[in-house]
């Protein structure tokens, strides 16, 4: 059975920084992709950068230049560094990976558990 296990979030002030871990633990060959999303109360989900399998990254405008996704393939892990943050980026942080399962192409598609981030003004 595979997991995303998300690490690291928690209170900070504006202006500090967190990194965020994504852990995909069970019998898997490597990670597609990951991408990780946000959800503040009252408001949409929102993808806030992501990452393939040759490294590409994407971000959303609202945290480039701030926000950094990385990934250790050999640890199967994803990272989101998230430095200078903002009242506006206290959400829930929630990653999503596509997994390869076996060696014929077999795929898993899930998320993790969430992590709050508070930053306070």
């Known amino acids: 059975q595979v997991q995303l296990v998300e690490s690291g979030g928690g209170f900070v002030q504006a202006g500090g920084s967190l990194r965020l871990s994504c852990a995909a633990s069970?019998?898997?060959?490597?990670?597609?992709?990951m991408d990780w999303y946000r959800q503040a109360p009252g408001r949409e989900r929102e993808l806030v950068a992501s990452i393939t399998s040759g490294g590409s990254t994407n971000y959303a405008d609202s945290v480039k230049g701030r926000f950094t996704i990385s990934r250790d393939n050999a640890k199967n892990t994803g990272y989101l560094q998230m430095t200078h943050l903002k009242a506006e980026d206290t959400a829930v942080y929630s990653c999503n990976a596509e997994a390869v399962l076996d060696h014929w192409g077999s795929t898993w598609n899930g998320w993790g558990q969430g992590t709050q981030v508070t930053v306070s003004s």
């Open positions: 069970g019998s898997i060959v490597s990670i597609r992709y």
